[in-house]
């Protein structure tokens, strides 16, 4: 066995391993940025973790009592930033850790990325819907307040709500609005402000800040906690260019002293409004006077118009009379007239019907005598003036007497053309038998 080089000196392994302890030591603190890999705690509270860039890769262990207040609790895949006190050779195993003493998210892009990714959430689950926001009210009893203890966020709001309304009662409740318990805080202020008997509406303020300043405002806990909140809340958080979540999920005011804007009225507007009322007030004798004299006015004219229309009403009475009167009596007129029209047709009819009669008994007469020997008979008894009815039968009967003699009855007329003026026949026709 060859022997150990007399320059260098024989150790046991605890020894040695204390070297490396020292020497590791005399590395000292530093702060770390890369990727957080399988974090865990044990069951004694420790945090556990490895930390990488990619290149190298370094065992990160927090003591329980450090663990409780981190400002950032690591998970897999984070961009950190890690404070390391100093590196830790653990010699019965040989492990090298190095002992974190603070943790924070690394860079923007990191914190916005969630920001961005949480506040899809929100939405899609209608948290940051308008219209799901419990009112504000015209006039709260008492306004809280959740900022830093001494902040410039709580003095910025006091002072808003006193210019504005110098009446207001301010009950205040202070809190962390940083760091990694900052959330759970905010959210047990949400809680004891709730309680509050005389609490109408609760302002949660704090100053500007960078993302990493105002990251636990875009903790998903306490956006649910500001949601369902049973008193509406007015978020003062951040500037218009750092819009963490929780302005989403509640009435946003985004400055401590916008804040008052939007819970308590302004006492400079109520009493140039009260004033203007007041003024309006003052000239309602006067608009009552004007109304009662347009009243009075309408009312004459009213009765004007009635007084007309009973007059229309009296007149169209009258003139229907009259129209009913001249009516009756042209109808009757008109019925005397028909009467005597209809008497003169009558005695007309009877005369037609009796010239009918003497020149049908005259036609009859001159046929039954078409076969006398002689018609100068005939003519002599119609010139002496016997009536045509006694000169009709006797032509009838000596007519009667010739078919007999004769024993022929064929004889017919076949056509008669009317008279002449003085009763004589114009034509004769005879149809064979």
Known sequence: MASAPHQLEVLSVAAYAARLARAVREVGGAVLEGEVQRPRRSESGMLWFSLTDGEATLSCKVFRNEAARLEHEPRDGDLVQVAVQRPDLWAQSGRLDLIAVQIR???????????????????????????????????????GVIAGAGSDGMSDVL???????????????????????????????????QEHPRVDVIVLARGGGSVQDLACFDDERLCRAL????????????????????NHVCWAAYTPSRSAELVVPCAAQLRERIAAAGERLAAVPRRLELAAERVAGARARIERTADLTREHQ?????????????????????????????????????????????DVGQ??????ARDFRSRGWLLASLGDGTPLSTVGQLARGAQLQLHLRDGRADARIEQVTDTDTEGRPQAWARRPS
């Open 105 to 143: 998210l690394a860079g923007e892009g990191e914190l916005l990325r969630r920001r961005r990714e949480l506040l899809e959430r929100l939405r899609a689950e209608g948290l940051c819907d308008p219209a799901r926001r419990r009112p504000l009210p015209r006039f709260p009893r008492a306004v």
């Open 159 to 193: 002072r808003a709500l006193r210019d504005r309304w110098p009446a207001v009662d301010v009950v205040t409740c202070a809190s962390l609005v940083q760091g990694k318990r900052a959330p759970h805080a905010l959210i047990d202020a949400l809680a004891r402000l």
């Open 314 to 358: 009296r007149e169209l009475k009258r003139l229907t009379a009259d129209a009913r009167a001249a009516l009756g009596r042209r109808l009757e007129r008109a019925d005397e007239l028909l009467a005597r029209e209809r008497e003169r047709m009558a005695q007309d009819a009877r005369r037609r019907l009796d010239q009918a009669a003497r």
């Open 227 to 246: 949601f369902a909140c049973a008193i509406p809340v007015v978020c003062a958080i951040g500037h218009t260019d750092n819009d963490p979540v929780c």
């Open 363 to 368: 036609r009859a007469a001159l046929i039954a």
